[in-house]
């Protein structure tokens, strides 16, 4: 197997495991949001009669659970996006190392995160007070997550715009959505984060689909003139002028 083929291998997992990860993270959260989930800033009423259906329904750990497995699977696929931009964007690699760290981060927030968990367990047994904290917190560290997804999107979208490895309006749209996850930070309790949210998901979920149907030969695209989905310009076969 020759270095393109490997890369094609890396681009054809990134994106099945993204996929898969988008799945396992998605579903849950949607699940759970049906037995009553109320706003970001709910007032405590609210918050105690969700934990109360949370703790009743049988399957609300699992989902929590799976929760987390999507998360890890979803950080893999993104530490391969960004060795993808790492090939491309050449030595330093410093956007491409923030980018993976931005991931650390995301990866890290997602599976310590347990205040929901803790508080769905035990529903009603709790304290009024102590569920509502941890549901504020959770919200809290859930807004803190768009400011690492901001970092990793700035990262790979600004190695994007200047080596086209990526589509470049994946490269246009992440430096965007990365300056609206910022924005939404300081307005977390409205529905300002939701564009940027959205946003970013549709551009990760086209990416992963791009991904998974790179061909086994990097080297053919190139003979053939196609551009491939991570192959950096620096490194694309040109015809010989002479």
Same mark, same amino acid.
């Given at each position: 197997?020759?270095?393109?083929?490997?890369?094609?291998?890396?681009?054809?997992?990134?994106? &099945? /495991?993204?996929?898969?990860?988008?799945?396992?993270?998605?579903?849950?959260?949607?699940?759970? /949001?049906?037995?009553?989930?109320?706003?970001?800033?709910?007032?405590?009423?609210?918050?105690?009669?969700?934990?109360?259906?949370? /703790?009743?329904?049988?399957?609300?750990?699992?989902?929590? &659970?799976?929760?987390?497995?999507? *998360?890890?699977?979803?950080?893999? /696929?993104?530490?391969?996006?960004?060795?993808?931009?790492?090939?491309?964007?050449?030595?330093?690699?410093?956007?491409?190392?923030?980018?993976?760290?931005?991931?650390?981060?995301?990866?890290?927030?997602?599976?310590?995160?347990?205040?929901?968990?803790?508080?769905?367990?035990?529903?009603?047994?709790?304290?009024?007070?102590?569920?509502?904290?941890?549901?504020?917190?959770?919200?809290? *560290?859930?807004?803190?997550?768009?400011?690492?997804?901001?970092?990793?999107?700035?990262?790979?979208?600004?190695?994007?715009?200047?080596?086209?490895?990526?589509?470049?309006?994946?490269?246009?749209?992440?430096?965007?959505?990365?300056?609206?996850?910022?924005?939404?930070?300081?307005?977390?309790?409205?529905?300002?984060?939701?564009?940027?949210?959205?946003?970013?998901?549709?551009?990760?979920?086209?990416?992963?689909?791009?991904?998974?149907?790179?061909?086994?030969?990097?080297?053919?695209?190139?003979?053939?003139?196609?551009?491939?989905?991570?192959?950096?310009?620096?490194?694309?076969?040109?015809?010989?002028?002479?």
């Amino acid at each position: 197997m020759n270095a393109e083929q490997r890369w094609s291998r890396l681009g054809r997992w990134t994106g &099945a /495991s993204g996929l898969v990860g988008t799945v396992l993270l998605f579903v849950p959260i949607i699940a759970l /949001s049906t037995l009553g989930e109320p706003a970001l800033h709910a007032p405590e009423r609210e918050v105690v009669e969700f934990f109360g259906q949370v /703790s009743d329904a049988s399957w609300a750990q699992a989902a929590a &659970a799976t929760t987390v497995i999507g *998360s890890l699977a979803l950080a893999w /696929s993104l530490v391969g996006v960004a060795l993808i931009v790492r090939r491309a964007e050449g030595d330093p690699a410093w956007r491409a190392t923030i980018a993976v760290l931005s991931v650390g981060v995301f990866a890290a927030t997602m599976v310590g995160n347990v205040g929901w968990s803790v508080a769905g367990l035990h529903g009603r047994e709790l304290d009024p007070g102590l569920l509502h904290f941890a549901y504020d917190s959770g919200n809290v *560290s859930f807004a803190n997550v768009w400011l690492a997804l901001a970092s990793f999107a700035l990262a790979c979208g600004w190695v994007t715009l200047e080596t086209g490895v990526l589509p470049r309006w994946t490269g246009w749209l992440a430096v965007a959505v990365a300056a609206g996850f910022v924005v939404a930070r300081f307005f977390w309790t409205g529905s300002v984060w939701f564009f940027p949210y959205a946003a970013f998901w549709v551009c990760l979920l086209v990416l992963f689909v791009r991904l998974l149907r790179t061909r086994d030969s990097g080297d053919a695209a190139a003979r053939s003139g196609a551009r491939t989905a991570y192959t950096p310009r620096r490194e694309r076969a040109t015809p010989d002028d002479g």
